[in-house]
C-alpha cells in the first residue's frame, strides 16, 4: 500500500485478555518499528526489526509483550493477559533501512487504539 | 541514561505569528534528527529533516536549525496557520556504542495553539 498500515484502529479489550496489533509496513521498507504512546505523552520506543538482524528488544516493558516479523513484510505486536496501563496508542513505523538520510523518512501508520477495561 | 527532550510542553501563537518550538538532546552520538508533526487523533507526520553536517534546513514555511555546540534544535514556522496546531515532537537517530543499528528516539513533544 501507499502508507504504513495497522489493524485494528480501535481496540477494547478485558483485563487478562491477549490482543495482537499487526502492521503492514510500506512495501520495500525494511526497517520496522512499534511505539507506545500514552495519552497526553511522548512516544516510548518498543522494538526494532532491520531485514534479518535480530530484533531490538530493549524497549519491551515486559515479558508480556512480543513482537514477530514475517521477512520484511508484516509485524504482529502481541501483549499477553493485558493490564490496564497497557492501554495506549500503538503506534508503527517502517523506513527503507536503519541508516539515517534525508531520503530514509521514517513513515508512521494511524495506530492501533488499545483499551484495556 | 541519553534522551531527548523539549523546552516548553505549550506553545500559544496568534495566526500569522512565527513560531519556534525548541528541543535540547543529550545523546552527542545523534547524527540525525527530525521533526514530527502530530494532529489529534493521528499518527504522527514527517516534517523536516537535518543532518549534524548541517546547522540549518529549510522547506516550506519550516526551517530546523542544529545547534551542535549547545545540543539545541528548533523548528521555526512561519506564518503560523489554524492547520499547524498540534504537538509536535523532535527525534534524534542515533546508533549506541557497539551496537549496529540506529534506534529513533522522541521528545516529550510541544503542543502548538494557534489562534485566529
Known amino acids: 500500500g501507499a502508507g504504513v498500515s495497522q489493524s485494528p484502529s480501535n481496540k477494547v479489550t478485558e483485563k487478562g485478555k491477549d490482543v495482537e496489533l499487526r502492521c503492514d509496513p510500506i512495501s520495500g521498507h525494511t526497517a520496522l518499528y512499534w511505539y507506545r504512546q500514552r495519552l497526553g505523552q511522548g512516544l516510548e520506543f518498543l522494538i526494532y526489526?532491520?531485514?534479518?538482524?535480530?530484533?531490538?528488544k530493549s524497549g519491551l516493558p515486559s515479558d508480556r509483550f512480543s513482537a514477530e516479523r514475517t521477512g520484511e513484510s508484516v509485524s504482529t505486536l502481541t501483549i499477553q493477559r493485558t493490564q490496564q496501563e497497557d492501554s495506549a496508542v500503538y503506534l508503527c513505523?517502517?523506513?527503507?533501512?536503519?541508516?539515517?538520510?534525508?531520503?530514509?523518512?521514517?513513515?508512521f501508520g494511524e495506530g492501533s487504539w488499545l483499551t484495556v477495561v | 541514561g541519553e534522551s531527548v527532550g523539549l523546552h516548553l510542553p505549550t506553545l500559544s501563537v496568534q495566526e500569522g505569528d512565527n513560531s519556534i518550538i525548541n528541543c535540547a538532546y543529550s545523546?552527542?552520538?545523534?547524527?540525525?534528527f527530525i521533526w514530527y508533526k502530530q494532529e489529534s487523533g493521528k499518527g504522527p507526520q514527517f516534517i523536516i529533516d537535518i543532518r549534524s553536517n548541517m546547522d540549518k534546513r529549510q522547506g516550506q514555511r519550516v526551517t530546523v536549525l542544529l545547534n551542535k555546540t549547545v545540543k539545541h534544535l528548533s523548528l521555526q514556522i512561519a506564518a503560523t496557520q489554524p492547520g499547524d496546531s498540534a504537538v509536535y515532537f523532535c527525534a534524534e537517530n542515533s546508533r549506541p556504542r557497539g551496537g549496529s543499528n540506529y534506534k529513533l528516539t522522541f521528545g516529550k513533544g510541544t503542543l502548538l495553539t494557534v489562534n485566529p
Open positions: 545523546n552527542s552520538a545523534s547524527d540525525y
Open positions: 526489526f532491520q531485514g534479518n538482524s535480530a530484533p531490538d
Open positions: 513505523a517502517s523506513s527503507r533501512s536503519s541508516f539515517p538520510s534525508s531520503g530514509n523518512t521514517i513513515y
